[in-house]
């Protein structure tokens, strides 16, 4: 007596339909968020984030007690909180690139997303909302500032605030945090993508230094000198030409170079 079993079989049109997307294809929405998850799931960058908090309570405070008689404004405690975000938060955005190669996660992450524009991509628009979280965070600060000054010393205050300056301290936050990203995907290494990011165009001013008849590129290469307008919003004319030649140097030239090179080398 013979038994018959009788497999059930899917049809290959099923097969392929059943799963439009697969595991290796996230959408875009989803790797920023990975990539904004990995920002402060490690301690390097869970402490930088407190740190620049910190920093940026430290100056409203040194703002609001130094020559304390004098009247503040929200403005004022915004621009001040720049330099210290504007110093930190790049290095958040060099360890969001050379985390994938200092902890050996490059490979996994390539392979669930072989489009290494896409990662790519996606850790630039993180960055994005990183500046944009930072000088949220300033805000905050400057608010508190803003609101205490009055209380703590015998200065007034006052909610004065641009636009112009808003939307420029927001610009030169971006320019910075992307900055970092393009130094650490020029150099995959965090010890080397930091040093040479606050290095070289340190050398730069050395230079003008020691040769004066450089003094030119000063304005023209320097971010140092083409940005802090941007922390009071008056920025306008020339000094948009000014920037945008130091930005070629400084972040497109090194983000070109960096984005060349994952995308063409092999990844172990």
């Given at each position: 007596?013979?038994?018959?079993?009788?497999?059930?079989?899917?049809?290959?049109?099923?097969?392929?339909?059943?799963?439009?997307?697969?595991?290796?294809?996230?959408?875009?929405?989803?790797?920023?968020?990975?990539?904004?998850?990995?920002?402060?799931?490690?301690?390097?960058?869970?402490?930088?984030?407190?740190?620049?908090?910190?920093?940026?309570?430290?100056?409203?405070?040194?703002?609001?007690?130094?020559?304390?008689?004098?009247?503040?404004?929200?403005?004022?405690?915004?621009?001040?909180?720049?330099?210290?975000?504007?110093?930190?938060?790049?290095?958040?955005?060099?360890?969001?690139?050379?985390?994938?190669?200092?902890?050996?996660?490059?490979?996994?992450?390539?392979?669930?997303?072989?489009?290494?524009?896409?990662?790519?991509?996606?850790?630039?628009?993180?960055?994005?909302?990183?500046?944009?979280?930072?000088?949220?965070?300033?805000?905050?600060?400057?608010?508190?500032?803003?609101?205490?000054?009055?209380?703590?010393?015998?200065?007034?205050?006052?909610?004065?605030?641009?636009?112009?300056?808003?939307?420029?301290?927001?610009?030169?936050?971006i320019l910075y945090v992307v900055m970092g990203i393009a130094f650490g995907m020029a150099l995959l290494r965090s010890p080397a993508a930091i040093v040479l990011y606050f290095l070289l165009p340190s050398l730069l001013t050395f230079v003008v230094t020691v040769a004066p008849s450089l003094d030119w590129l000063r304005e023209w290469f320097d971010l140092s000198t083409t940005t802090p307008p941007?922390?009071?919003?008056?920025?306008?004319?020339?000094?948009?030409?000014?920037?945008?030649?130091?930005?070629?140097?400084?972040?497109?030239?090194?983000?070109?170079?960096?984005?060349?090179?994952?995308?063409?080398?092999?990844?172990?």
């Amino acid at each position: 007596m013979s038994t018959t079993t009788t497999v059930a079989t899917t049809p290959p049109a099923v097969l392929s339909t059943a799963r439009p997307r697969g595991p290796g294809a996230p959408s875009l929405a989803r790797l920023v968020r990975v990539e904004l998850r990995k920002s402060y799931d490690t301690r390097a960058g869970f402490w930088l984030m407190v740190t620049i908090g910190v920093t940026s309570l430290a100056a409203v405070a040194l703002r609001m007690f130094v020559d304390a008689g004098e009247s503040r404004t929200f403005g004022d405690f915004l621009a001040i909180t720049q330099w210290p975000v504007g110093l930190l938060l790049p290095i958040l955005g060099i360890l969001l690139v050379t985390s994938e190669w200092s902890q050996r996660t490059a490979m996994t992450t390539f392979a669930l997303v072989p489009h290494r524009s896409r990662v790519l991509t996606a850790k630039v628009a993180a960055s994005v909302v990183l500046a944009v979280a930072g000088v949220a965070a300033s805000v905050v600060a400057s608010a508190a500032g803003t609101l205490m000054t009055p209380v703590l010393t015998s200065g007034g205050a006052h909610w004065d605030v641009t636009a112009a300056q808003a939307a420029q301290v927001t610009a030169v936050e971006i320019l910075y945090v992307v900055m970092g990203i393009a130094f650490g995907m020029a150099l995959l290494r965090s010890p080397a993508a930091i040093v040479l990011y606050f290095l070289l165009p340190s050398l730069l001013t050395f230079v003008v230094t020691v040769a004066p008849s450089l003094d030119w590129l000063r304005e023209w290469f320097d971010l140092s000198t083409t940005t802090p307008p941007m922390y009071e919003g008056t920025l306008d004319g020339e000094g948009w030409t000014h920037l945008a030649a130091s930005s070629a140097v400084w972040l497109v030239l090194p983000f070109v170079l960096g984005w060349l090179r994952i995308q063409r080398s092999e990844i172990d």
